[in-house]
């Protein structure tokens, strides 16, 4: 069974400074999607970014990029120039390339921002 | 152009109660999944809805039940309420059911059971 892991509870980044969440996922698929979450205070779940296991290249959304090892298995999220609205749960998500399979999350990390 | 709603926003129950949880998808979706997260914790996949069927279904006991209508919406009921059932529970919308799909998430149904 495929499992996500972010070993990082709690992070703090001063504003305007860059910070890096880290996530490892176990699969022995070779199609895959992975994803970042980011879930504030309202509790409303937004996409942040998503990665294409079949691509290279690392993704990128104007403040937010990953750094996709696929042979580790490793997929952190790095947020540049932190913004105070950048503050909330951040979960790290795998779903299969299949067509109907479920989206399996990680337990999260809490981004505190410091003004 | 609406996104995902849900409703209730809150609600709180007695154990061995039933609750239904309701889910309108954003507009142009047609599939319908839920999950439910617990305090502290990542959200967990209990079903997931595509034209009126259950297509694919998480580690859930059968008190977990769902219903998708005609028109997309859907419906999550749960009965014999637990107090462990206590959680944020998340609807998230999507076209069609392919692997490429992106979800929209809802603000959720926020359940305590007492």
């Known amino acids: 069974a495929q499992t996500v892991t972010q070993s990082q509870p709690e992070m703090s980044v001063q504003e305007a400074e860059t910070v890096t969440l880290s996530c490892t996922y176990d699969?022995?698929?070779?199609?895959?999607?992975l994803f970042w979450y980011k879930q504030p205070p309202s509790r409303q779940m937004i996409l942040v970014i998503r990665?294409?296991?079949?691509?290279?290249q690392n993704a990128t959304e104007n403040r937010f990029s990953v750094n996709f090892q696929k042979a580790a298995k490793s997929f952190s999220l790095k947020i540049s120039d932190s913004q105070l609205g950048d503050a909330a749960m951040y979960f790290c998500?795998?779903?299969?390339?299949?067509?109907?399979?479920?989206?399996?999350f990680g337990p999260g990390t809490s981004l505190s921002v410091i003004p | 152009d609406a996104g995902v709603t849900q409703s209730p926003t809150h609600l709180i129950k007695t154990r061995g109660q039933q609750v239904t949880l309701r889910c309108s998808p954003k507009?142009?979706?047609?599939?319908v999944s839920w999950y439910q997260q617990a305090l502290g914790q990542g959200p967990q996949f209990i079903f997931q809805?595509?034209?009126?069927?259950?297509?694919q279904r998480g580690n859930f006991p059968d008190r977990f039940s769902g219903h998708q209508f005609p028109n997309y919406s859907s419906e999550l009921n749960v009965n014999a309420l637990l107090l462990g059932d206590s959680a944020l529970y998340l609807c998230?919308?999507?076209?069609?059911?392919?692997?490429?799909?992106?979800?929209?998430f809802g603000p959720g149904t926020r359940l305590t059971v007492t």
């Open positions: 998230a919308s999507s076209r069609p059911p392919v692997a490429s799909r992106r979800e929209v």
């Open positions: 699969t022995s698929e070779s199609d895959y999607y």
């Open positions: 990665q294409e296991a079949y691509k290279q």
């Open positions: 998500a795998y779903r299969s390339g299949t067509s109907y399979d479920k989206v399996i």
């Open positions: 507009s142009g979706h047609d599939t």
């Open positions: 809805y595509y034209e009126e069927e259950e297509r």
